[in-house]
């Protein structure tokens, strides 16, 4: 009888808990699809080639493309060789943004790519494994007649990887390499309204610089940032789901202190999957809109880092813990092995994103990627983290295989058992898989959504609605996760509840001071491992 009503009330609550959730999911996913715009813009833009003939080029001199103090300018190298003016002479200026607009701490971040336009020539082609060296400065103002102000500046070196697909004869002279996009700059905040770039091509033939590159007729770049009212949708986002997840934190873990028992290692898992999502949360964001805080990409991909590895500890931890065997396992040494993976794996990235966005917080001109030893240890870092993952998955499904399997072992001697031992094991049965259930759909969500953001144009019109897609993915499935960690607190918190002792002595077996969870998992008030004294118990058997 007790089991019986137990279990309508598990049944009731998990239905109405699945459908508040389903609820926030489906708001979720309509806060970006509705009222977000798209997540970033792509701004084109094209080089204005000014002349510079100051001896020395003094680099306080910032040439201006466009504007009131604009530089003296070149319509193309043609006018160049006619005048006599030489390659060092020449600064591809650039100003971001366009005219009459201006950037804002909204757009976040600023990342740049370049594309070169090379056209053939028969006495000056481009050599194989050409690489062409940039001589870059980057400044900025808040004002338009105020003094630029220098952020950084750089000598770069990039490869250059161009086919030409016509043959290489008189004929085809004038024709354009058709050549890969490079890594320019990469910039983690926004702070000032205005923005210079002056790139110089030096050419030293005795070094070898910038020889054998082809004939170089303009340089573009695309700059891409994120869009301010995406910004402020994912920021209020942040600012409503940190005290929710803070709060249902705050409660699951009062709820295991006021256990007599020590919290037991899938508790404390759970609970640090929480502190890890709260760390995701907290909108310390709303700092860069005042502050320059350049580090906060850095930043970002530390904290969903920790998340990500939390999360896959969290899986491994939560199989072994329903494998239902004699083994004690209720301390993280046990799970070594399968956790080894997911550190060195996290290292390992860590040193990589250490190695690109690190240095960028100093010269945001770096790639890591720019160099053969840069691009080899780059290579080396992320196949070590995609052979810990292959580990770690292997792990996992043995892990799973081996649950399903005792599963199936345990179900058929389910009715010998007594009434305290078979809502043991019905609770560890219908908890793991109700989990596997909730966690096979975020993660087919999150691949349905990430491939349909890929394929489609970035928006679905409807008549008059306009869905972003793109947008829908990144607050849809943020929230995905944050529903999830608070699924897990609630559902999985200890039960406090005494369902009196003649129906504990008489229905179930068991000490009147014994306590039931949601998920009919037994846990003993005088000692911190009765459900696994349980289980070991009855595998002995």
Request: proline share 4%.
């Amino acid at each position: 009888m007790a089991g019986a009503i137990i279990e309508n009330m598990s049944t009731k609550k998990l239905c109405i808990v699945g459908g508040i959730l389903l609820v926030f999911q489906v708001i979720a996913f309509l806060v970006g699809g509705l009222i977000a715009p798209s997540p970033t813009t792509a701004v084109p833009y094209m080089s204005v080639k000014c002349i510079d003939v100051r001896k020395n080029h003094h680099k306080t001199k910032w040439l201006m493309p466009w504007g009131p103090n604009h530089c003296e300018k070149l319509k193309d190298f043609d006018e160049a060789v006619s005048r006599q003016i030489e390659a060092n002479d020449i600064v591809f200026a650039v100003h971001i943004p366009l005219p009459s607009k201006e950037m804002s701490p909204w757009f976040q971040f600023m990342l740049f790519i370049m594309q070169l336009d090379i056209a053939f020539k028969m006495d000056n082609d481009l050599k194989e494994n050409a690489e062409i060296t940039l001589d870059v400065s980057l400044a900025y103002r808040d004002d338009m007649f105020d003094d630029w102000k220098e952020i950084a500046h750089a000598i770069e070196i990039r490869k250059l990887k161009c086919t030409f697909g016509s043959p290489k004869t008189l004929e085809s002279e004038g024709r354009h390499y058709d050549c890969d996009f490079l890594p320019f700059m990469e910039i983690g905040s926004v702070a000032h309204k205005y923005y210079l770039l002056n790139i110089r091509l030096p050419v030293n033939e005795r070094k070898g610089i910038n020889v054998g590159i082809g004939e170089i007729k303009d340089i573009r770049l695309v700059g891409i940032h994120q869009n301010g009212g995406f910004t402020k949708v994912w920021f209020a986002m942040k600012t409503f789901l940190t005290p929710s997840i803070l709060i249902i934190m705050v409660w699951y873990w009062r709820r295991i202190t006021l256990m007599t028992r020590a919290p037991v290692l899938l508790e404390k898992v759970i609970f640090a999957l929480g502190i890890s999502m709260t760390f995701i949360n907290i909108p310390v964001e709303w700092f860069s809109i005042g502050f320059d805080w350049t580090w906060m990409l850095l930043f970002g991909d530390i904290r969903q880092g920790i998340f990500y590895a939390m999360l896959l500890s969290f899986w491994i931890i939560f199989c072994g813990e329903h494998m239902m065997d004699q083994n004690e396992r209720n301390r993280l040494s046990g799970y070594w092995k399968q956790v080894g993976p997911i550190a060195v794996g996290s290292f390992c990235l860590f040193i990589f994103d250490m190695c690109e966005r690190g240095v960028q917080l100093k010269n945001p001109f770096y790639s890591i990627w720019t160099t053969e030893v840069g691009t080899e240890l780059a290579m080396a870092f992320i196949i070590v983290a995609g052979i810990c993952l292959c580990l770690y998955f292997l792990f996992l499904c043995f892990m799973v295989f081996q649950v399903f399997r005792n599963i199936s072992g345990k179900q058929s001697s389910l009715p010998a058992m007594s009434k305290a031992r078979r809502l043991h094991y019905e609770g560890l049965i219908f908890r793991f898989k109700f989990l596997m259930l909730i966690t096979l759909a975020c993660a087919a969500m999150t691949v349905i959504f990430f491939i349909v953001s890929q394929v489609t144009e970035g928006h679905w019109k409807w008549g008059d609605i306009t869905i972003q897609v793109n947008s829908a993915f990144f607050t849809g499935i943020y929230g995905m996760w944050n529903l999830y960690v608070f699924a897990l607190m609630f559902l999985y918190a200890p039960s406090h509840k005494n369902y009196g002792e003649d129906q504990s002595n008489g229905d179930l077996g068991v000490n009147s001071g014994e306590e039931l969870q949601l998920t009919t998992t037994i846990t003993h008030v005088d000692g911190p491992t009765e459900v696994y004294k349980l289980a070991r118990k009855e595998a002995q058997e």
